[in-house]
């Protein structure tokens, strides 16, 4: 409850006094789950719904609006936002990140969008890497089994003057396919190699000091089309903090960051006639994001936090046959800019209020206010309750986007699917209410309730002959929930955790409107997921960790009917085995209850089947 975190006032506080709905996972959890990958370890936050599509696919969302193009979850890893402005969304499998070096992840659902920004809508997942003074020395690992087939990772820190410290690092992975409905292997094997560095000034200055960057270049086979995706990228990041007294602080940053991806596109293909043939579509991004903050503190009842940013970003297509962006290349500006106010009413009672006003190339100016009431009912206890605005600003999915079908022009069809000028920002008006307590020496727990209202949600509308289909601002609609989360430190050497999560949705077509799905495209949700998690320390230097979660059934889009994935029971489990003080032999277990099960791809015989995974890994610090 006293850790530090910074995800909810962008300012360091304890996690016990955060007036949000957010749940911290630390590195020691994240290493006794047994995750291989950032996304299996984003399955310990009670607040995520976490979703495997198949080896290297995954959807990732809190408080609904899951699906193949999720785009209202803001995702950051080490102050660098990592979403893709072609969709709005977060492509996962390229965020691969060291988790060894890992300090925590931050997740917070609900909307952030007074702080950071537009798409920040449902939440924010704030990854933090531990500083590269906590990084000395070597560390190297090593894992192989049935569907992790090979991975290994080597770390080295050291100095490079009195308190400047850095740390480089390499990975390298191998992961096997899964398999189709009926047990044909699934073209899906993935690989990626991953290197980076890192270094941090420390002691006691008033200036401290960041530069990190990463390259990494990875392939995977495609499911839905023949071919190979190919993913590469490098970015770098500098960051200076300066304090100026002991209630003032301010912090620049700059960072570029590049990706590239190609991948194979299905031909136009109508009653068997081939009409535009498949290819390879490919994109790359550039983007600069330039960002300032000050904090301060004026009088005895007044913390202010104010920003501004620039980011600029050059999107350039080599467009498919039968999948295109216009223009190709496209240049975008965001300019913006931030207030928040935390005003002591009492000793024990707090009001945060601000906004953050941004201007994009699409929708221009969009304001994101909020309202926070926070009071400390005891030292232990806590009850908070917030009124927020967020946007989710049009992607180039949304704007940009053509799906052509090679017709002649007599037959009036130039397209598909194609994005319109004309899309707005989808909008959400949120109100939440939450506890969080130390309720004994041993049992902790917090609960947050919130009912959210859209409107001007993307829907997918047919034109008078059907095709081609505009995406548009249709749909609107509710949806509430309650996230629940528990710690009980049972006994010394037992420790459990518990979590629940209820979420009922409401989309559908505005009044007058059309939708070529009913409203069901934006939205692939279980109504309830319950969690458990028992952590033991046995005698022998011994680790006995075990993790079951139970997910509801859920209705996909991505058909030619609405289809149901069956709600499933699953368990991980892993045991760790300390020789020595610097030495780890783990055998982990995931997914133990099925040989395989879907997760999320629609029903049918080339549906993906998450097997079941059994991989050793050794771990060696000096």
């Given at each position: 409850m006293d850790q530090q975190v910074t995800s909810v006032s962008k300012e360091p506080e304890p996690f016990g006094q955060a007036p949000a709905a957010i749940?911290?996972?630390?590195?020691?959890?994240?290493?006794?789950?047994?995750?291989?990958?950032?996304?299996?370890?984003?399955?310990?936050?009670?607040?995520?719904?976490?979703?495997?599509?198949?080896?290297?696919?995954?959807?990732?969302?809190?408080?609904?609006?899951?699906?193949?193009l999720s785009n209202k979850l803001l995702v950051l890893i080490d102050g660098r936002t990592v979403y893709s402005p072609l969709f709005s969304g977060v492509i996962w499998d390229v965020q691969n990140v060291m988790?060894?070096?890992?300090?925590?992840?931050?997740v917070v659902s609900g909307p952030g969008g007074t702080l950071w920004g537009a798409n920040a809508v449902?939440?924010?997942?704030?990854?933090?890497?531990?500083?590269?003074?906590?990084?000395?020395?070597?560390y190297m690992e090593g894992a192989g089994g049935s569907e992790l087939r090979d991975s290994g990772e080597i770390r080295y820190g050291g100095t490079l003057a009195p308190?400047?410290?850095y740390r480089v690092y390499g990975t390298y992975f191998d992961r096997n396919p899964e398999v189709y409905t009926g047990g044909a292997p699934a073209p899906d094997a993935w690989s990626e190699g991953r290197g980076g560095f890192r270094i941090d000034t420390a002691g006691t200055s008033d200036d401290k000091f960041t530069l990190q960057?990463?390259?990494?270049?990875?392939?995977?086979?495609?499911?839905?089309?023949?071919?190979?995706?190919?993913?590469?990228?490098?970015?770098?990041?500098?960051?200076?903090?300066?304090?100026?007294?002991?209630?003032?602080?301010m912090s620049l940053q700059l960072y570029y960051d590049r990706t590239n991806s190609s991948q194979p596109t299905a031909p136009s293909i109508i009653k068997g006639i081939t009409f535009e043939?498949?290819?390879?579509?490919?994109?790359?991004?550039?983007?600069?994001?330039?960002?300032?903050?000050?904090?301060?503190?004026?009088?005895?009842?007044n913390q202010i936090t104010w920003g501004a940013g620039y980011r600029f970003t050059h999107d350039q297509n080599n467009n498919a046959p039968t999948l295109a962006f216009y223009p190709a290349p496209l240049n975008q500006n965001l300019l913006s800019t931030f207030v928040q106010d935390e005003i002591k009413l009492q000793d024990d009672l707090f009001f945060t209020l601000g906004t953050k006003v941004e201007h994009n190339d699409y929708t221009g100016f969009e304001v994101q206010p909020s309202g926070r009431l926070q009071w400390n009912v005891t030292p232990k206890q806590m009850l908070w309750a917030a009124v927020s605005r967020a946007v989710r600003t049009p992607s180039r999915i949304d704007h940009d986007l053509e799906e052509p079908t090679g017709l002649p022009p007599v037959f009036k069809i130039p397209s598909i699917l194609?994005?319109?000028?004309?899309?707005?920002s989808e909008t959400l008006i949120a109100y939440e209410v939450g506890y969080r307590a130390q309720l004994t020496d041993k049992l902790s727990g917090s609960i947050s309730t919130y009912y959210n209202d859209y409107s001007k949600i993307r829907s997918t509308t047919p034109s008078a002959t059907i095709f081609p289909v505009y995406l548009q601002n249709n749909l609107e609609g509710e949806t509430y929930g309650v996230e629940v989360s528990a710690d009980y430190q049972l006994l010394d050497w037992w420790r459990l955790h518990a979590?629940?999560?209820?979420?009922?949705?409401?989309?559908?077509?505005?009044?007058?409107?059309?939708?070529?799905?009913?409203?069901?495209?934006?939205?692939?949700?279980?109504?309830?997921?319950?969690?458990?998690?028992?952590?033991?320390?046995?005698?022998?230097?011994?680790?006995?960790?075990?993790?079951?979660?139970?997910?509801?059934?859920?209705?996909?889009?991505?058909?030619?009917?609405?289809?149901?994935?069956?709600?499933?029971?699953?368990?991980?489990?892993?045991?760790?085995?300390?020789?020595?003080?610097?030495?780890?032999?783990?055998?982990?277990?995931?997914?133990?209850?099925?040989?395989?099960?879907?997760?999320?791809?629609?029903?049918?015989?080339?549906?993906?089947?998450?097997?079941?995974?059994?991989?050793?890994?050794?771990?060696?610090?000096?």
């Open positions: 749940q911290i996972i630390t590195n020691d959890e994240i290493r006794r789950s047994g995750a291989s990958s950032l996304p299996e370890a984003l399955r310990l936050a009670d607040n995520l719904e976490v979703d495997q599509d198949n080896a290297h696919d995954w959807n990732i969302s809190a408080r609904g609006f899951n699906a193949d988790l060894e070096d890992l300090d925590r992840i931050e449902n939440g924010v997942i704030n990854v933090i890497s531990k500083s590269a003074q906590d990084t000395q020395g070597w308190n400047v410290y960057g990463d390259y990494y270049n990875g392939a995977s086979g495609n499911t839905l089309v023949p071919g190979i995706d190919v993913e590469s990228g490098e970015n770098v990041l500098g960051r200076w903090t300066h304090t100026f007294s002991s209630d003032s602080d043939p498949g290819g390879f579509f490919a994109d790359s991004l550039d983007t600069y994001d330039l960002n300032f903050q000050h904090h301060f503190v004026v009088g005895d009842r194609t994005g319109t000028t004309a899309f707005t979590g629940y999560d209820f979420l009922k949705e409401h989309i559908h077509v505005r009044p007058g409107e059309v939708d070529f799905t009913n409203g069901l495209n934006e939205t692939a949700d279980p109504q309830n997921q319950v969690s458990f998690r028992s952590s033991m320390d046995l005698p022998e230097n011994m680790e006995f960790d075990t993790g079951a979660r139970w997910v509801d059934t859920l209705t996909v889009n991505n058909g030619p009917t609405a289809g149901t994935i069956p709600s499933y029971f699953e368990l991980d489990a892993r045991l760790a085995w300390h020789p020595t003080k610097n030495l780890e032999v783990s055998v982990v277990g995931q997914n133990l209850l099925h040989d395989e099960h879907p997760e999320y791809t629609f029903p049918s015989p080339t549906q993906v089947q998450i097997e079941r995974s059994v991989y050793g890994k050794i771990a060696w610090h000096f």
